[in-house]
């Protein structure tokens, strides 16, 4: 897996990787992680593209599902304990 591109994000980290002709966009925030894998072939213009595919729209449901995950796993802990 090589990283071909990070880009800056006030919310969260976001990575991107070249692998077995897939780009992985990878975003993280405080332990947590969401990926997603695209066949290079779907994605015209290279990385370009795939930063095409990161929009406003996207970032909020990043930062939901982010949201919805930090919940479930909080959830979970506190019938754990």
């Known amino acids: ?43 015209l213009n290279g990385v370009d593209g795939v930063f095409e595919l990161l929009d406003d729209d996207f970032y909020k449901q990043i930062e939901s599902t982010f949201e919805n995950m930090r919940t479930a796993f909080k959830e979970a802990y506190e019938r754990y304990e």
């Open 1 to 43: 897996m090589r990283t071909i591109a990070e880009l800056p994000h006030p919310k969260f980290k976001i990575t991107i990787f070249s692998m077995n002709q897939k780009y992985i966009i990878k975003f993280e925030q405080s332990g947590l992680e969401q990926s997603y894998k695209i066949n290079e072939m779907d994605i």
